[in-house]
């Protein structure tokens, strides 16, 4: 059998086109070069979740871009955000092991059709099914990549959020057409974009539709328009305090993307501020999805006190804090509030219970 050090390798020895992209806190590309640097123990992973790298890998055939194959895997890292070599390496055993078994005498190391990996990771350990809400991201997202269609459901999202029907009429719009709708935000040339309408229907949407447009956005970058769009539609509903915590949740995936400013910042610190600071749907969005803006240390400050007294209790605590020390730079900032003379008599107590627990 064939060996190869790295997935990358392996990969690159086949005659398939391919990207990889980080499938954790929201979907972003990590370039090849740069995955298999992390593969091989140079660098730490960059986003991980959950103490995991969690991956897709979407492989095509240029001549029959529709019959992609797509690998979705979860890798454990060390405790420095390393990838488990060990790990890495019964990866690779099993995955060679299943490929050789099904393509019978065929050698590994000479170029194949991407289409005849498709059932590679079949009980394999490290594979994983996500969600239908990351699946249908994904999907809008490798059908842009390939330049293939959206879904069925596309153009009837298109024209829900163009304003070309009623907007109480959403009972009719298909989860997997918003998600095309707004993964196709990005990278669009014509005289009207989907962002610009979204940005500008984004405010006057009802809440099922907005949340799961919300939901959707954190696996872009929103320009200026609809940044301004999210943030105003932020601001308002946390100064009314008349929706649910699971729509500001929502926003603040939505939020998550945005660039840093202090705009943005203040928005996140009036949420924390407000009767939704200790809900467990707002802790949670915070935490995993707006995990960048939390080095701000005034912002971080807020949101420890915020988690110490948040409606779940010490297990809430517990959780957030164990995913949150595991990203480099928030270890170190997250220490230094815990050593704070300053901190509360309840950060403290949620401190001592955590340690307690032997979390850390």
Same mark, same amino acid.
């Given at each position: 059998?064939?060996?190869?050090?790295?997935?990358?390798?392996?990969?690159?020895?086949?005659?398939?086109?391919?990207?990889?992209?980080?499938?954790?806190?929201?979907?972003?590309?990590?370039?090849?070069?740069?995955?298999?640097? %992390?593969? %091989?123990?140079?660098?730490?992973?960059?986003?991980?979740?959950?103490?995991?790298?969690?991956?897709?890998?979407?492989?095509?055939?240029?001549?029959?871009?529709?019959?992609?194959?797509?690998?979705?895997?979860?890798?454990?890292?060390?405790?420095?955000?390393?990838?488990?070599?060990?790990?890495?390496?019964?990866?690779?055993?099993?995955?060679?092991?299943?490929?050789?078994?099904?393509?019978? #005498?065929?050698?590994?190391?000479?170029?194949?059709?991407?289409?005849?990996?498709?059932?590679?990771?079949?009980?394999?350990?490290?594979?994983?099914?996500?969600?239908?809400?990351?699946?249908?991201?994904?999907?809008?997202?490798?059908?842009?990549?390939?330049?293939?269609?959206?879904?069925?459901?596309?153009?009837?999202?298109?024209?829900?959020?163009?304003?070309?029907?009623?907007?109480?009429?959403?009972?009719?719009?298909?989860?997997?057409?918003?998600?095309?709708?707004?993964?196709?935000?990005?990278?669009?040339?014509?005289?009207?974009?989907?962002?610009?309408?979204?940005?500008?229907?984004?405010?006057?949407?009802?809440?099922?539709?907005?949340?799961?447009?919300?939901?959707?956005?954190?696996?872009?970058?929103?320009?200026?328009?609809?940044?301004?769009?999210?943030?105003?539609?932020?601001?308002?509903?946390?100064?009314?305090?008349?929706?649910?915590?699971?729509?500001?949740?929502?926003?603040?995936?939505?939020?998550?993307?945005?660039?840093?400013?202090?705009?943005?910042?203040?928005?996140?610190?009036?949420?924390?501020?407000?009767?939704?600071?200790?809900?467990?749907?707002?802790?949670?969005?915070?935490?995993?999805?707006?995990?960048?803006?939390?080095?701000?240390?005034?912002?971080?400050?807020?949101?420890?006190? #915020?988690?110490?007294?948040?409606?779940?209790?010490?297990?809430?605590?517990?959780?957030?804090?164990?995913?949150? %020390?595991?990203?480099?730079?928030?270890?170190?900032?997250?220490?230094?509030?815990?050593?704070?003379?300053?901190?509360?008599?309840?950060?403290?107590?949620?401190?001592?219970? %955590?340690?307690?627990?032997?979390?850390?």
């Amino acid at each position: 059998m064939a060996h190869f050090e790295t997935l990358t390798d392996f990969i690159r020895q086949t005659d398939a086109q391919f990207r990889i992209f980080d499938m954790g806190r929201c979907i972003s590309k990590l370039s090849p070069d740069s995955f298999r640097q %992390m593969e %091989m123990g140079h660098v730490p992973y960059p986003k991980p979740f959950l103490h995991q790298a969690w991956v897709a890998v979407l492989m095509w055939n240029p001549k029959r871009a529709e019959e992609n194959v797509v690998w979705f895997l979860k890798l454990p890292l060390d405790e420095q955000g390393f990838l488990v070599q060990a790990a890495r390496d019964d990866f690779l055993n099993r995955l060679l092991q299943n490929l050789s078994n099904s393509m019978g #005498k065929a050698p590994l190391d000479q170029p194949a059709d991407a289409t005849e990996y498709r059932d590679a990771l079949k009980d394999n350990p490290f594979s994983f099914t996500p969600d239908q809400e990351k699946m249908a991201a994904f999907h809008a997202t490798a059908t842009l990549t390939t330049r293939q269609p959206a879904s069925s459901f596309y153009d009837t999202a298109r024209s829900y959020f163009h304003g070309k029907s009623d907007l109480s009429d959403w009972n009719t719009l298909g989860y997997q057409g918003i998600a095309d709708y707004v993964i196709r935000c990005q990278g669009e040339s014509g005289k009207v974009s989907n962002e610009e309408k979204l940005a500008s229907i984004f405010n006057q949407l009802p809440d099922t539709p907005l949340e799961a447009a919300a939901t959707f956005i954190e696996h872009i970058q929103p320009a200026t328009a609809l940044t301004q769009s999210i943030l105003l539609k932020l601001n308002t509903v946390v100064s009314e305090e008349q929706v649910s915590a699971n729509q500001i949740g929502a926003l603040l995936r939505a939020v998550s993307q945005c660039p840093e400013t202090d705009e943005k910042i203040a928005a996140l610190t009036a949420v924390l501020n407000s009767g939704y600071g200790t809900e467990a749907e707002v802790i949670a969005a915070l935490a995993s999805r707006c995990w960048a803006s939390l080095q701000y240390p005034e912002l971080l400050k807020l949101f420890l006190e #915020k988690l110490a007294i948040n409606q779940t209790g010490q297990e809430c605590f517990n959780r957030v804090m164990a995913d949150l %020390m595991f990203i480099p730079t928030l270890r170190a900032l997250t220490l230094q509030q815990f050593r704070s003379p300053e901190r509360s008599e309840e950060l403290s107590q949620a401190i001592g219970g %955590m340690f307690g627990d032997g979390f850390l």
